[in-house]
């Protein structure tokens, strides 16, 4: 079965980075788009990034673009997310989702919590 | 890309059916039946309840439809159980080639 699994999570100081992985198994990763998703606690769903399958055509949210780069390295089924100069509005659950193409996101990980604070 | 709007919490007794709107733009909602629905218990992640506005994933229960008219879409959940007591947001391709969300509803079953 489909499974991801992000990890990398943790506290991090304003203006430090912070990578994320996250891990695929149950399918074929290179040809499926993957995105990055982030959840503030108590708040709503938050569009961060988007890869395509073979890791061209990156898209990011204008709220990260220009400090996060999502990449992917499809011989280790692996989804990254590279976070530079974080603020404390970065704060949240971070989750990667495998992309149903243009339909939405079909199966999403457990999710890594980045806390940004001093 | 601003988020489509939904009411913040909607409430129904067990047994009965809710609806829950989901209102966009001609670029997004509009412009496309590729409207999608996700539950989020708290705690959870989100899982993908409906997609292309009525489609259901194998392991869905056909007590969860959708539909759209114009720029706005709906879920409705039949039957309600106190199982369904979560957070429902709904999303949609948009012309500028991603994804966006919704504001979220709280479902409460009384």
């Known amino acids: 079965q489909v499974q991801l699994v992000e990890s990398g999570g943790g506290v991090v100081q304003p203006g430090r980075s912070l990578r994320l992985s996250c891990a695929a198994s149950g399918f074929t990763f290179s040809t499926y788009g993957m995105h990055w998703v982030r959840q503030a606690p108590g708040k709503g769903l938050d569009y961060v990034a988007v890869i395509s399958y073979d890791g061209s055509k990156p898209y990011y949210a204008d709220s990260v673009k220009g400090r996060f780069t999502v990449s992917r390295d499809n011989s280790k089924n692996t989804l990254y997310l590279q976070m530079n100069n974080l603020r404390a509005e970065d704060t949240a659950f971070y989750y990667c989702?495998?992309?149903?193409?243009?339909?939405?996101?079909?199966?999403w990980g457990p999710g890594t919590l980045v806390t940004v604070s001093s | 890309q601003s988020a489509l709007a939904q009411p913040a919490s909607v409430s129904g007794s067990p047994g009965q059916s809710i609806t829950i709107s989901c209102t966009g733009t001609?670029?997004?909602?509009?412009?496309?039946?590729?409207v999608s629905w996700y539950q989020q218990h708290p705690g959870k992640a989100p899982i993908l309840l409906i997609y292309?506005?009525?489609k259901r994933p194998s392991g869905i229960s056909n007590r969860f439809s959708g539909s759209k008219s114009g720029n706005t879409a709906s879920l409705t959940i039949s039957g309600l159980q106190a199982e369904d007591e979560a957070h429902y947001y709904c999303s949609s391709y948009t012309t500028i080639s991603t994804y966006v969300f919704g504001t979220g509803t709280t479902v409460t079953v009384l």
């Open positions: 292309d506005v009525s």
């Open positions: 989702a495998r992309d149903l193409p243009f339909s939405g996101l079909d199966n």
């Open positions: 001609s670029s997004d909602i509009g412009n496309y039946n590729y």
